[in-house]
């Protein structure tokens, strides 16, 4: 019996070797058109609940954002992904998916859908 072995995910300390994380969000039954940017700061709905949030910079629906202290990029590339980068790789994959999985869980309720992300690992 063979066993596949996966890759281990980086830890913190790998953190500074990849110095942006890259997280696309995909929603299948809803339109990323939907949501309310209405409410100042106009980024404010993708702050997951429960952090420090603070607006950095916004443009046409797109912008940075500081999470906990961590800066965070939002961009629509293809208008089916909202692709969620962690600019200044200060946290391991784990951590940062955590805080990608609680932007997905206010997005959805916004939505009224199912929000989905993946991690996407940087070209070797």
């Given amino acids: 019996m063979t066993r ?6 980086p830890q913190a300390e790998d953190a500074m070797e990849q110095p942006e994380l890259v997280f696309k969000l ?11 940017y209405g409410v100042p700061p106009t980024l404010s709905l993708f ?4 952090s420090v949030c603070e607006q ?3 443009g046409q629906w797109e912008g940075q954002v500081l999470i906990d202290g961590h800066e965070w990029g939002f961009y ?11 600019h200044d790789g200060g ?8 805080v990608v999985s ?16 993946k991690w996407m690992p940087p070209a070797s």
């Fill in 26 to 36: 995909s929603c299948a039954d809803a339109s990323w058109e939907a949501l309310d």
């Fill in 47 to 50: 702050f997951p609940e429960g």
């Fill in 56 to 58: 950095l910079n916004y």
């Fill in 91 to 98: 946290l391991s994959v784990e951590d940062a998916s955590l």
């Fill in 102 to 117: 609680r932007i997905c869980a206010r997005l959805s309720k916004q939505l009224g859908a199912e929000v989905r992300f």
């Fill in 4 to 9: 596949e072995v996966s890759k281990p995910m």
């Fill in 76 to 86: 629509y590339n293809d208008g089916v992904h909202l692709d969620v980068v962690l």
